[in-house]
Nanobody, 116 residues
Framework: EVQLQASGGGLVQPGGSLRLSCAAS????????IGWFRQAPGKEREGVSC????????HYADSVKGRFTISRDNAKNNVYLQMSNLKPEGTAIYYC?????????WGQGTQVTVSS
């Protein structure tokens, strides 16, 4: 069974940092790209960043470029999202995602709140 578990969220002040983790199981992790998405209250879910199966290629939404860094450890079946200089508009539930055999799988999400 494909499972994704996001963790690492919390309350942080504007300008602060957090590191999110996504632990994966149930599939050949190092064969699949992984994405991070977020959903703010009252808004649609949006893509934040993604990383190729090898980790060689990454992409970022314009809103987070230069502040967020995605990485992965294929030996540990984990993907990370290092978030720096967080802004209040970054308040959202963050989800990791994999498309496995034509199906979308989502972790349960981790809440990030950016507030003073």
């Amino acid at each position: 069974e494909v499972q994704l578990q996001a963790s690492g969220g919390g309350l942080v002040q504007p300008g602060g940092s957090l590191r999110l983790s996504c632990a994966a199981s149930g599939f050949a992790f190092d064969d699949y790209a992984i994405g991070w998405f977020r959903q703010a209250p009252g808004k649609e879910r949006e893509g934040v960043s993604c990383i190729s199966h090898t980790g060689d290629t990454t992409h970022y939404a314009d809103s987070v470029k230069g502040r967020f860094t995605i990485s992965r450890d294929n030996a540990k079946n984990n993907v990370y999202l290092q978030m720096s200089n967080l802004k209040p508009e970054g308040t959202a539930i963050y989800y990791c995602n994999v498309i496995h055999q034509f199906r979308d799988y989502w972790g349960q999400g981790t809440q990030v709140t950016v507030s003073s």
